[in-house]
C-alpha cells in the first residue's frame, strides 16, 4: 500500500488481494463467468483448451485463462492484464445478472467464499461487511465500471528493454485524474463523443475537384 501511495499519491482506505485459490473458489462461488474467444485456445503451458465461441468457465479453468499470456495479442504481461480485466468484468456482470448481490442466500455463499479466499484488511475483513461491499457494487452500473491499466514505456535504463516503468506524462495525468476522483468512464465517453463528432465532420458533403482553389505561398 505504501508503494501505491507512493507512486500515485493515492492513500488507500482499503486493499484486497486476490491469489490463485481465490480465482478458483469466487468463480464456482457465482457458478460460472461467461468468456468468449475468438479463435480456439490450446495451451499446453496453462493447460488451457477452450473453443471459439462463448464458454462458461469456473475453477481450475478460469485460473488457466487467467494465467496464460501465450494465447492472447503479443504474448505479453500487459496483454495477460487485459485479459484479465475483461474477466473481472464478465465476472462482475454475471454476479449482478444472476441477482446473487441482491439474492440474501447467494450473496452469503459468495462473501463466506471471499472471506476464505480473499486477503483483505481489518476494516473489511468480515462476511458481513463484505456483503455490504458487494451490496454498494450491485448498486453501481456496470456501465461506469471502468478498468485501466498504469501507462508505462520501456524502461530507458536498459539497452535492450525487459521491464517496463511508469509514463512520466500520461501517468501523471491518470494520477492526477485519481486523486481529484474525476471518472475515468465520464472522460472516456466524452473523448468518444469528440471522435465521432469530428468523423461525422468529414463525412459530410465534399466540394467537387473544379471547385477547390489553392494557393501555393513560396
Known sequence: MRTVEAITGVKPDHFMMVDFNAVKELTTAVGGVKVCMAKPIDDPKSHLKLPKGESRVEGEDALALLRTRHSFGNESDLDRIKVQQQFLGSMIREMKSSDTLTNP???????????????????????????????????????????????????????????????????????????SDTSLTEVKQKEKAAKSKQAALLKGPKAAPADVRVDVLN
Open 105 to 179: 442466500t447467494k450473496l452469503f455463499k459468495l462473501a463466506d467464499a471471499a472471506t476464505n479466499a480473499l486477503t483483505v484488511d481489518q476494516g473489511i475483513g468480515s462476511a458481513k461487511k463484505l456483503m455490504t461491499l458487494a451490496q454498494e457494487i450491485g448498486k453501481v452500473d456496470t456501465k461506469n465500471i471502468t478498468f485501466v491499466t498504469m501507462p508505462v514505456i520501456d524502461n530507458p535504463a536498459e539497452p535492450t528493454p525487459i521491464t517496463v516503468v511508469v509514463a512520466p506524462q500520461k501517468g501523471e495525468q491518470l494520477f492526477a485524474m485519481m486523486r
